[in-house]
């Protein structure tokens, strides 16, 4: 028998192809999301609404992204091609050519390429993270600090890789993954906290006040980061159990990543989405608003006559006041 016939490893074999496949069905989604961002982006929002502020710098972001993305995808396909057609009488067979991926320069551009466009898409979220939080700095500091870290990680594996180390066999991908991971996890509790939290205040000011559009970017937050978490677990799990289950996510989750960026551009393109002036407004209200309270002696009941904002010198009453009919006839 000759020393050259090809090793013979279906399930690996099957779960790289399977995963081409599985990253063409994410890079359609990503594909037609793209659009649609674009789109919404260009156009003014169907109620009247504000068309969403630096849509020149979303527009940057969702055309880099796609580019990146695209090369990315072109690069694995093509390599797919080589595995079973180009490549298939190279000694070894698919599955030594599957496992020294890296020799290859053109799957080297595809790591680098996903590797920028996922520091692009982290920066779009630490950008939003900030701008909900103020630019508080003891938010930023740790946020930028996990970010340049995860940068740092991703120079090394392309270093690594670029040197024909075996991809699964990299120690320092594990800690990018994890990175990164950890900073989308980050971002969506500090989003969502500080959301619940101007929520709740405006709430306090104004018992009618309709929370519909927190509500509405809380679940916007939640649903586009949990299924691109979801899914990187599987991967660092895998990826780190060195099983070829891996093989089924590596090719896509750049993608679900993508696409649940755009997701969230998309609903910033419509107008739902909280800027730099709502959340000074609303952090502002916590020492500007007075309340003006008398407590009846007999029944110990609270009656709010009205609110008076300091800042702005507007009064609001609640309906049926004694306080608001004066003046509103005075």
Known sequence: MSSDAPSTDPWLERSRLDGMILGAVTYGGFFILTVQAAIALMQRPRHGGKIADHRFSLLAYVFITFILGTIGFAANAKYTEMIWIDLRGAPGGPVTLIEDEMDYPINVMAIACYFVMEWFMQALLLHRCFVIWNWAKYVMVPMITLYIAMIAMAILV??????????????????????????????????????????????????????STYDTIVLMVVESAMAYIAYAIVFIVSFGMHSNVS????????????????????????????????????????????????????????????????????????????????EGTA
Do not use: W
């Open 158 to 211: 392309l270093i690594e890789s670029s040197a024909g180390a075996i991809f699964y066999n990299i120690n320092t991908e594990l800690a990018y993954l994890s990175l990164e991971v950890g900073l989308t996890v980050t971002y969506s509790v500090l989003v969502t906290s500080r959301i619940l939290s101007m929520r709740g205040l405006m709430k306090q000011i104004t018992r009618e006040y309709d929370s």
């Open 247 to 326: 093989n089924l996510c590596f090719l896509s989750i750049s993608h679900v990543q993508g696409i649940a960026q755009l997701l969230i551009i998309i609903r910033v393109a419509r107008g739902r989405a909280i800027t730099s002036e709502q959340t000074r407004a609303v952090t502002g209200a916590r020492t500007t608003i007075a309340f003006q309270v008398t407590v009846s002696e007999e029944t110990g009941e609270v009656d709010v006559e009205g609110i008076r904002s300091e800042e702005g010198g507007a009064q609001l009453y609640p309906s049926g006041s004694e306080k608001a009919a004066e």
